[in-house]
């Protein structure tokens, strides 16, 4: 069975681009989310194995998402999206609990590389 | 990886976040206390840089980084914006916005954005930098002899790795998953910093193999070298990590949207018009043909309720909600005022009321002239409506409302009005209007003031006045099937309405007989029918007219308007009315009887030379013969 996937992001864009790139991986991806509210919703609705976590979103941000998550689910799978320049905001999404990174502007390897460590 | 098939979705998303940009900036400038939008221009601004880099638009992403460099000082300064940052912003966000429409034509080259680079560097500087966490000193990963029974940890990031204090963050949290870290050069808070390089070394306390701590390193990923305690480094093969979670590339995704190219739409309209057109055709041969096999009337009407879902289901399709042309609306008015010293108020409602997107799309520019004019015609300079005891700052609203079959979109200042005496003088004197003329009703002053080249203005201003305007604006709207009424009343304002039809290609028309042809007349400004001597006749302005429910409504014989063709039969004796309802005025269009209700499917008509204004397109009817498609607003 296919692992399924929460993708978060708030440009269309980007849930488009990564919703390709996994899909043409095989993966499953059961849900989209806007901001970090939704995120923390629909992680509770669907129970994905994997989140794709956008850090600026408006309304609740991805790093606070991650928490609330985590305060859920200690063992969720969060794939954090980042841009240059963000690295004290990837340390601090760690510290609450990440498991991986990705860089924007994404290569499909270097995405499903991250999805596969944080996979175990 | 193909790009360019996401450069569409770009744009667009691109356009929404810059259209949220100039709102913010637009609420920011009138509340430069407020902390909230300068987050949210960040927020907009940085999903763009995201994007565009994604894209591969280098120039696009710079430019977008330096403008979120500068909103994140001001973000984190917390200070009150200048006026010449707010200037600096607005003018960033169009040169973002040209960047990224050359960015998709593939023409980013042509981009010329040195100037607007250095402003927002310059300015960058300038603001007050909050005081940031004290940059850690660039440490040598290096550690004396290990203290206690720990084992020393070095770790190298590779130099093209990206974020590498993310990746050191990472590392660190697996490593503690094995044992206990004791002590670590650079501490922890460095990961936070650009300047970290990757290097870093700590004292593990763990029971775990030395293979098996280095392996678990690795396994974070971007790790160049390990080594744990004396061991030496272990080569391991070159990380081979198979793209794909297991199944084949059959996708899974799963998304309740997807985006379609907008001239499909159109086509599908096209499509359904023919279908709607073959569908009449078939109900009259049903008509003829029921007497012989009942059973291709029920064909028919099955036909004719699936092609009318179907054409519904387009119609909505097509549907766009008016904020989509409106949201770039307010950075307008905004300009206009500056532009002419005025303070205006700009409000506008009914932004999630749905049109055509045909209509929308055409809509723009008639609506960008009315607003120009109510900015420059309409509101007075704050001195003069200080002495008229109003408000310093004016009020424009742009109001959308659906009703009926149609929807009316009003623009309304609390100007000074439109000073009818002047209009009047100049009517006469221009012989638009009679001597004897002493007043003028809305109705007549909006045909004088839509005449082409009559100018109001006193000053003939670059920004509008020139007597283009109104006149432009209402060849458009009428094109359309629509119409403008003007409602002004000195010192108190003035309101434009447009009404237009909500979809344009399929409209539901009675189809009248004048002589031998055929006529259609849009239902949506029918008001009622009765039968011509019925009511009593008068006269009005010198036309027949007729009186109905003691309102006089003047007659349009379409025989003699339009003329009939040699061997016509005469006219009948009891010929219908047709009463044209559009806002406040009425007309009665006199024909020689009337045929049946239907849809028609509108096509677009380039009228001759020397045709009477009163065709707004053609309709192919069901016997496959043309007849033309009468304009209610050139007729009323």
């Known amino acids: 069975m296919s692992h399924t996937v929460l993708v978060c992001d708030d440009a269309i864009f980007m849930r488009t681009m990564i919703t390709d790139i996994l899909a043409q991986a095989g993966f499953e991806v059961v849900g989209e989310a806007e901001t970090g509210s939704q995120a923390v919703e629909k992680y509770r609705q669907l129970k994905p194995d994997l989140v794709t976590m956008d850090i600026v979103m408006p309304d609740m941000g991805g790093i606070d998402a991650v928490r609330e998550i985590v305060k859920q689910d200690p063992d969720a799978k969060i794939l954090m999206c980042s841009a240059m320049g963000q690295q004290a905001l990837v340390v601090e999404a760690i510290q609450a609990g990440a498991k991986d990174f990705v860089v924007k502007p994404f290569q499909p390897s270097r995405v499903l590389e991250a999805v596969q460590r944080v996979l175990g | 990886m193909d790009l360019s098939q996401y450069a569409e979705l770009f744009l667009a998303e691109s356009r929404e976040h810059l259209s949220a940009c ?380 659906r009703e009926r079959s149609s929807v009316a979109i009003s623009i309304a200042d609390d100007g000074r009005g439109i000073d009818r005496s002047r209009i009047l003088a100049k009517a006469k004197r221009e012989g638009i209007v009679g001597p004897h003329v002493e007043s003028l009703s809305d109705d007549q002053l909006l045909r004088v003031l839509a005449r082409p080249g009559f100018s109001t203005a006193e000053a003939v201003t670059a920004l509008s006045g020139r007597g283009v305007g109104i006149d432009v604006a209402m060849t458009r709207i009428r094109a359309l099937g629509g119409s403008i009424e003007i409602r002004t009343e000195p010192g108190k304002g003035t309101t434009f309405v447009l009404r237009l039809p909500v979809t344009l290609a399929i409209v539901r028309a009675l189809i009248a007989a004048v002589g031998l042809e055929r006529y259609a007349l849009p239902l949506t400004y029918v008001a009622e029918t009765v039968e011509l001597g019925t009511t009593p006749m008068t006269k009005m302005e010198g036309r027949e007219a007729m009186v109905l429910r003691d309102r006089v409504v003047p007659l349009v014989d379409l025989r003699e308007l339009l003329g009939t063709n040699g061997g016509s039969p005469p006219p009948p004796p009891r010929r219908p009315v047709i009463v044209l309802e559009m806002g406040e005025r009425r007309a009665g269009i006199v024909v020689d009887g009337m045929l049946s209700q239907q849809e028609i499917v509108v096509k677009g008509f380039d009228a001759p030379r020397g045709t009477l204004p009163v065709f707004s397109g053609a309709t192919i009817m069901g016997d496959g013969v043309p007849a033309l498609i009468l304009d209610a607003a050139g007729l009323v």
Do not use: C
């Not at chain 2, 949210?40 to 601004?45: H, L, P």
């Open chain 2, 22 to 401: 100039n709102q913010l900036l637009l609420e920011w400038e009138r509340h430069p206390a407020s902390p909230e939008p300068v987050g949210g221009i960040f927020r907009a601004v940085h999903t763009i840089k995201g994007m565009a880099a994604t894209m591969g638009y280098g120039r696009v992403a710079d430019l977008a980084h330096r403008m979120e460099n500068l909103l994140d000082h001001l973000r984190r300064g917390g200070k009150s914006p200048g006026e010449d940052t707010l200037q600096l912003l607005f003018r960033a966000t169009d040169a973002l916005e040209k960047a990224v429409g050359l960015a998709v034509a593939g023409r980013e080259r042509e981009l010329d954005v040195a100037a607007i680079l250095a402003d927002l560097d310059r300015a960058g500087a300038k603001e007050p930098t909050a005081p940031a966490a004290a940059s850690p000193p660039r440490a040598a990963a290096s550690l004396a002899a290990p203290s206690g029974s720990g084992r020393l940890v070095s770790v190298t990031i590779r130099p093209e790795a990206p974020l590498k204090g993310g990746r050191a963050m990472l590392i660190v949290r697996k490593v503690q998953s094995l044992g206990v870290i004791q002590r670590m050069q650079p501490a922890a808070a460095a990961f936070e910093s650009d300047d970290f390089d990757g290097q870093f070394v700590f004292e593990l306390d763990s029971a775990a193999d030395a293979r098996d701590i280095e392996a678990a390193i690795r396994s974070m990923g971007d790790v160049e070298r390990v080594t744990v305690g004396d061991e030496e480094e272990h080569v391991t093969p070159a990380e081979s990590v198979a793209a794909g979670g297991g199944g084949s590339g059959a996708g899974g995704g799963r998304s309740r949207h997807i985006r379609v190219d907008l001239r499909r739409l159109d086509t599908l309209m096209d499509l359904i018009g023919e279908l709607v057109t073959a569908r009449g055709r078939l109900n009259e041969l049903a008509a003829r043909w029921v007497g012989q096999d009942p059973v291709i009337d029920e064909v028919a009407i099955q036909i004719s309720r699936l092609s009318a879902d179907l054409q519904n289901e387009i119609i909505q399709a097509r549907m766009t909600p008016v904020w989509q042309v409106f949201d770039r609306f307010p950075r307008l008015v905004r300009d206009v005022a500056r532009q002419l010293g005025k303070q205006v108020a700009f409000r506008v409602e009914g932004k999630e009321i749905e049109l055509d997107r045909e209509i929308l799309d055409e809509l723009g520019d008639p609506l960008v002239h009315l607003l120009r004019n109510a900015v420059d015609h309409g509101i007075e300079p704050p001195a003069e409506r200080k002495r008229a005891k109003k408000d310093a700052e004016g009020e424009i609203v742009l109001t959308a409302v």
